[in-house]
C-alpha cells in the first residue's frame, strides 16, 4: 500500500531535515527520504554537511589546533610539555564519535515532531493529478505519494577530468577526512575553503603542504586586504601556495602522485606528494534522480533551476541548498528549506542572500557578509572604511593570537553598514553581530555606540566601526 503524505523531501541534509521538521512543525504529514550510510549499513542523516564536510573537518581542526598548541605555544605559557605524541586513528575516531552523535541527534529530532524517515535514494517516477509519485530505492523498496516534493540532494566533489577520486592516493574531501596517517607531503589543487581547512589540519599535523591555485589572486571572492593579511598569516605558518599554476598531467603511482604544473612565469615545474586533495568545486547532485521521468527542468550544471522562491518549474515541487543556484553554504540551505515549508503552509518564508556569512575555519579564521571593497569599487558606490587590528585588542593579546583585523564598509551618505570582513581569532563567532546589524539595516555609528565587553575580541568590531569615522579609541 502507498503511503500518502503532504510533503516529501529527497535528502537530509541541512537543508532537507530543517525543511522537514518545520513542515512538520506547521501541522503537515512529512516524510524524508536519504541514502546516506554509516560504516554499519544504517542511516547517517545530515548530508555531505554532517557526515563528510561541515562537522568532521571542524572536529579535525579542533584536535590539530591542540596539538598545534601543545607543540609550539603551550611553553608561552609556562607549560612544559614532554613526550608529546599523536595518535591519528585516536583523532579520526573522535571525530566519527562527532559525526555519529550528529546523525543520531537528527534521527532523534524527526522522531520528536514526526517526521516519517525511508532510508535509500528517492527518485520521481511520474507525476499524478495531485502530487507525486516517489520511489525509495533501498534495502526494501517503498513507493510514496507526495503532495509537495522539496528536493534537497545536496553537491558532489568535482574531480579533474583526466584524474578521478580513488579516495587512496587521490582524495575529494571525504578520503581528506579519513587519512589514517600523516602524510609527509601533501598536495592540494583549489585553495577555496575545504582546501585551506584541509591543509591547515595537515599542515599542524606535520605534513609538508603544497596548494596550487589556478587563480591569480589568493581567495578572489574574499575581501583583498583580508586575503593578503590570511595568506601573509598561512606563508608564515609554513604552507606553500603556488597561484596562478596551470596543472598538467597527473600520475599516480603506489608510492604517491606526480603533478606536472607550470607556475604564473610560464616555468614548468613537478610536485611529488604522497596524497593529493583536489578541492576544485562541487556539483549539484540530481544524478538518479530521474528529472526527466516529470519534466523537471535542469540547468547546464545539473542544478535545478528555481525562482527567487525556490520553486521548479513543475509546480509543487521545490529544491533548496547546494542543487540549485547561490552558495554552496549548510546554513544558506537551512534558511532555504524553513522558507520552502512555511510558504508550502501558506506563510511568507524569507531568505536574505545578502546578509549570509561566508566562513573559512582555518587559523586565523576567515569571515565575512556583504561586500567587499572591490566590489563596492566596480558599482561605483561611494563608501567609507574602517579597519582595527587585533593587534591592539586586549582580549587578543593575552589569547596569544594578534593575527588580522576587523574591516567595516558603510555607505559614505547613509552610513549603512555595506560589508565586514575578519580575519583573525574567533572570526566564525565575531562575524553573527555583523548579520544582525545589516540585516536591521543598522548604520557603522549603531555598532560604534553599543557598549561591548572588556576585554573582548567583539571590541574590535566596535573599534573597526569607529574607525569608519576614523575616531578609535585604542588604536
Known sequence: ???????????????????????????????????????????????????????????????????????????????????????????????????????????????????????????????????????????????????????????????????????????????????????????????????????????????????????????????????????????????????????????????????????????????????LIVSIGRVPNTVGLNADAVGLELDERGAIVVDGDCRSSLPGVWAVGDVVRGPMLAHKAEEEGVAVAERIAGQHGHVNFNTIPWVIYTSPEIAWVGQTEQQLKAAGRAYRAGTFPFLANGRARALGDTTGMVKMLADAQTDEILGVHIVGPMASELIAECVVAMEFRASSEDIARICHAHPSLSEATREAALAVDKRTLNF
Open 1 to 275: 500500500m502507498n503511503k500518502q503524505f503532504d510533503v516529501i523531501v529527497i535528502g537530509g541534509g541541512p537543508g532537507g531535515y530543517i525543511a522537514a521538521i518545520r513542515a512538520a512543525q506547521l501541522g503537515m504529514s512529512v516524510a524524508c527520504v536519504d541514502e546516506w550510510k554509516n560504516s554499519a549499513g544504517g542511516p547517517a542523516l545530515g548530508g555531505t554537511c554532517t557526515n563528510v564536510g561541515c562537522i568532521p573537518s571542524k572536529a579535525l581542526l579542533q584536535s590539530s589546533e591542540h596539538f598545534d598548541q601543545a607543540s609550539h605555544h603551550f611553553a608561552e605559557h609556562g607549560i612544559a610539555v614532554s613526550g608529546l605524541s599523536l595518535d591519528v586513528g585516536k583523532m579520526v575516531a573522535r571525530k566519527d564519535t562527532v559525526v555519529r552523535q550528529n546523525n543520531d541527534g537528527i534521527m532523534y529530532l524527526f522522531k520528536k515532531n514526526k517526521v516519517s524517515f525511508f532510508h535509500g535514494r528517492g527518485a520521481f517516477v511520474r507525476a499524478l493529478d495531485e502530487g507525486f509519485e516517489i520511489r525509495v530505492s533501498g534495502a526494501a523498496e517503498e513507493t510514496l505519494l507526495g503532495k509537495q516534493i522539496v528536493v534537497a540532494t545536496g553537491s558532489t566533489a568535482r574531480a579533474l577530468p583526466s584524474t578521478p577520486f580513488d579516495e587512496e592516493k587521490v582524495l575529494s574531501n571525504d578520503g581528506a577526512l579519513r587519512m589514517d596517517a600523516v602524510p609527509k607531503k601533501l598536495g592540494l589543487i583549489g585553495s577555496g575553503v575545504i582546501g585551506l581547512e584541509m591543509g591547515s589540519v595537515w599542515r599542524r599535523l606535520g605534513a609538508e603542504v603544497t596548494i596550487l591555485e589556478a587563480l591569480p589572486e589568493f581567495l578572489g571572492a574574499v575581501d583583498q586586504q583580508i586575503a593578503k593579511e590570511a595568506h601573509k598569516a598561512f606563508v608564515k605558518q609554513g604552507l606553500r601556495i603556488e597561484l596562478g599554476v596551470t596543472v598538467g598531467v597527473i600520475k599516480v603511482a603506489k608510492k604517491g602522485v606526480n603533478v606536472a604544473w607550470t607556475n604564473a612565469r610560464g616555468e614548468a615545474q613537478a610536485l611529488d606528494v604522497d596524497k
